[in-house]
């Protein structure tokens, strides 16, 4: 079994930027963040594999930028440039254990103002 926390979410301007984090509570693979706006599906933001290798959303190329510390058990998500359209609820994910399992975070809210 493995926990998620995320933290960084907030209020930010168009054009503003946030980091977000997410902490887990043991040695983990795949990492992933997700979002979901309101009355939307939930959606693949960025990706990070453990050598280091990430793939992102089209929506967020150029502006977002994935990383970890696997040292920590932590992932990272640098959110530049942000519109109101990329205000969601952001999910940390991550592939885990043997079997592997997909764990979920609760989720920290961004909001990005007009």
């Known amino acids: 079994q493995v926990s998620l926390v995320e933290s960084g979410g907030g209020l930010v301007q168009a054009g503003g930027s946030l980091r977000l984090s997410c902490a887990a509570s043991g040695r983990v693979g795949i990492m992933d963040w997700f979002r979901q706006a309101p009355g939307n599906q939930r959606e693949f933001v960025a990706r990070?594999?453990?050598?280091?290798?990430?793939d992102y959303a089209n929506f967020v190329v150029g502006r977002f930028v994935i990383s970890r510390d696997s040292a920590k058990n932590t992932m990272y998500l640098q959110m530049n440039r942000l519109q109101p359209e990329d205000t969601a609820v952001y999910y940390c994910?991550?592939?885990?254990?043997?079997?592997?399992?997909?764990?979920w975070g609760q989720g920290t809210k961004v909001t990005v103002s007009s």
């Open positions: 990070i594999r453990p050598d280091g290798n990430s």
């Open positions: 994910s991550v592939l885990a254990g043997n079997p592997t399992n997909r764990y």
